[in-house]
């Protein structure tokens, strides 16, 4: 779906700054998100981790469609909308 620079561009923005947490700290998830650039478009991703620091900032390991890594991105609720996967 769309352009792999615009993909690798939002990951990237959403990444900036961001160290990764300590891997023993952080524990595997899978939920399916859409994630919305700066001009509202929608991109279809997965959050194959979370953690939070001691200050209460919520990180996500998130992988954007199109893209084979996954990278460090503190959470934001704005434009990373979890999906929901199922159920009534």
Known sequence: MGDTTTVERLLGELARGCAPPPEEEAPAAYRQVAVYDRTGC?????????????????????????????????FDAERIILLVAGGT
């Open 42 to 74: 929608p991109w279809p991703g997965v959050i194959t981790g979370w953690w939070t620091d001691p200050d209460g900032l919520t990180l996500c390991r998130l992988r954007l469609s199109g893209l084979p890594e996954a990278r460090w991105a503190v």
